[in-house]
């Protein structure tokens, strides 16, 4: 079965450190790729998508993700965290033989040390 | 621009009353979607509609009736709400549901079945 995987179920940083969150999946062909935020009590908000080109895309708030084809992954960076980045990230995958809807990764939650 | 408004935003049910989740969307996408979200499972497609007057089931539909009468309204029904059913419910829309699909969610709804 088609799965998108977030192996970190929590994640905490120091504020100013970098960050990685990671996010796999299983997919024969190349899917489109995004990843979600979502702070506490509200709705998701688009960080970034992958469609094709440039494996490196940039997003909001100073996200990036990177498209690894030869590992099935698409990890999102910051190299700064700061204290509002902390929220909940959701990698999401639209698959084909899924009508081109939506499959999200379980979640990672980001907690950020003063 | 209000994006996508849902309501209500908490609900607190007795197991077998029904009840009824409405999502309205001011920006005349033409796709829209029920997901719920509970903790570790990410998100999960519950019904999501192509167009006015056309729904079809997602990957946890169980439970769940939708209708899309206009265009800008998207409701989500429980005919007999279960302990099971507890979960967070975002409305999401998007102009296509290509692979090029990018949502936009509302700010969920907190359901509670007792």
């Known amino acids: 079965a088609q799965s998108v995987t977030q192996p970190d179920i929590h994640i905490t940083v120091s504020e100013g450190a970098s960050l990685e969150l990671r996010c796999n999946y299983s997919?024969?062909?190349?899917?489109?790729l995004f990843w979600y935020v979502q702070s506490p009590g509200q709705g998701l908000q688009l960080l970034l998508k992958?469609?094709?080109?440039?494996?490196l895309v940039q997003g909001i708030k100073g996200f990036e993700a990177e498209f690894k084809r030869s590992q099935s992954s698409f990890n999102l960076r910051k190299p700064s965290v700061h204290w509002s980045d902390a929220a909940e990230y959701f990698c999401?995958?639209?698959?084909?033989?899924?009508?081109?809807?939506?499959?999200f990764g379980a979640g990672t939650i980001l907690r950020v040390k003063s | 621009n209000a994006g996508v408004t849902q309501t209500p935003k908490f609900r607190v049910l007795k197991t077998g009353q029904s009840m009824t989740l409405l999502c309205a969307q001011d920006?005349?996408?033409?796709?829209m979607y029920w997901y719920r979200q509970d903790p570790g499972m990410g998100l999960r497609l519950i019904h999501y509609?192509?167009?006015?007057?056309?729904?079809a089931k997602g990957e946890v539909p169980d439970g769940y009736n939708v209708s899309r009468l206009k265009k800008q309204n998207f409701l989500l029904g429980l005919e007999s709400a279960a302990p099971s059913q507890t979960s967070v419910y975002f409305c999401a829309s998007s102009r296509q549901t290509s692979g090029a699909n990018v949502l936009t969610f509302g700010a969920g709804s907190r359901l509670t079945v007792l």
């Open positions: 509609s192509v167009g006015e007057g056309t729904t």
């Open positions: 992958y469609f094709s080109g440039d494996t």
């Open positions: 997919y024969g062909a190349t899917p489109y």
């Open positions: 920006m005349n996408h033409e796709y």
């Open positions: 999401a995958v639209a698959i084909m033989e899924y009508g081109n809807k939506l499959v």
